[in-house]
Nanobody
Framework: QVQLVESGGGLVESGGSLRLSCVLS????????MGWYRQAPGKERELVAH???????KYADSVKGRSTIFRDNAQNTVTLEMNSLKPEDTAVYYC?????????????WGQGTQVTVSS
């Protein structure tokens, strides 16, 4: 059974930085595209960034240039670092693991971690 456990987040001042980490257990880490999504109050969940097992990455335009996602396949961990945080970055951040982007993909979610950016 795949489990995703997130850590990091909390209250951050505008312009500050954060680091979110997620550990996957229960299945071979390299089999998954790992990602971070976020959901702000009243809004739909949206992609922040994802990273393929080989290291290729994709970022949402809203965080591009101030975010880095990386993975440690030996430690089964994916990490998101964000800087120059803005109040609009406030959201619950969810770790995501998926086997692919096809309709047959297996998709798993972490429990979410709150990030609040004060203005």
């Amino acid at each position: 059974q795949v489990q995703l456990v997130e850590s990091g987040g909390g209250l951050v001042e505008s312009g500050g930085s954060l680091r979110l980490s997620c550990v996957l257990s229960g299945s071979p880490f390299s089999a998954y595209v790992m990602g971070w999504y976020r959901q702000a109050p009243g809004k739909e969940r949206e992609l922040v960034a994802h990273i393929f097992s080989g290291g290729r990455t994709k970022y949402a335009d809203s965080v591009k240039g101030r975010s880095t996602i990386f993975r440690d396949n030996a430690q089964n961990t994916v990490t998101l670092e964000m800087n120059s945080l803005k109040p609009e970055d406030t959201a619950v951040y969810y770790c995501n693991a998926r086997t692919s982007f096809s309709v047959e993909a297996s998709i798993y979610w972490g429990q979410g971690t709150q990030v609040t950016v004060s203005s």
